[in-house]
């Protein structure tokens, strides 16, 4: 079980715009910024936004992060076929003094 | 570019110990704002970060693994290492090693990635 919570499966059809929840608490994401991992099955994860909001170049405005509170979000808006991946959360735990990830979302773009 | 790239056995015996390192090309593991990460998915599962070290020999691991892994650095050869002992099929799981970039306790994320290396184990 996660420390972490996400919802296991998402979906949407081209041109929507998709959330993708994490929830945690205060000695997480409460207290850290948040970081979402993007992966393609069978490829290694590919950084998509860090510190809460910000995307590393190359990573399209279509993709966008914001935390409130004990909660992430993942929106990507505009969806395409290719944004069809596995989606991670990951913050750092106080508590635990590491790195935690979410159990992940599976999108599908339908 | 920078690039990580793993290298180990595919196959583990259990109880033995896993051997894995971590070749960086296109930059240094001797720079003070990186830190070399190894993070493990087993099949069809999630992350799960092990540990992570500076070149400086500074180290951190996850609770659950701290009593079976050693991170290691070898700045000469430009690598960084696990070893994770007392093995069972529990550590089968795609092993990867990643570099995050720290600055006034500011991180900006795990990037880049190697491609992962996939360890299973077999008596």
């Known amino acids: 079980q996660s420390v972490l919570t996400q919802p296991p499966s998402a979906s949407g059809t081209p041109g929507q715009r998709v959330t993708i929840s994490c929830s945690g608490s205060s000695s997480n994401i409460g207290n850290n910024f948040v970081y979402w991992y993007q992966q393609v099955p069978g490829t290694a994860p590919k950084l998509l936004i860090y510190?809460?909001?910000q995307r590393p170049s190359g990573v399209p405005d279509r993709f966008s992060g914001s935390k409130s509170g004990t909660s992430a979000s993942l929106a990507i808006s505009g969806l395409r076929s290719e944004d069809e991946s596995d989606y991670y959360c990951?913050?750092?735990?106080?508590?635990?003094?590491?790195?935690?990830f979410g159990g992940g979302t599976k999108l599908t773009v339908l | 570019q920078v690039q990580l790239q793993e290298s180990g056995p595919g196959l583990v015996k259990p109880s033995e110990t896993l051997s894995l390192t971590c070749t960086v090309s296109g930059g240094s593991v001797s720079s003070d704002r990186y830190y070399w990460l190894w993070i493990r998915q087993p099949p069809g599962r999630g992350l799960e970060w092990i540990a992570y070290i500076h070149y400086s020999g500074s180290t951190n691991y996850n609770p659950s693994l701290k009593s079976r892994a050693t991170i290691s650095v070898d700045t000469s050869k430009n690598q960084f290492s696990l070893k994770l002992r007392s093995v069972t099929a529990a550590d089968t799981a795609v092993y990867y090693c990643?570099?995050?970039?720290?600055?006034?306790?500011?991180?900006?994320?795990?990037?880049?990635w190697g491609q992962g290396t996939l360890v299973t184990f077999s008596s």
């Open positions: 510190r809460n909001n």
């Open positions: 990951a913050t750092w735990a106080d508590s635990l003094s590491g790195w935690v």
């Open positions: 990643a570099r995050d970039t720290c600055s006034g306790g500011r991180c900006d994320g795990f990037d880049p």
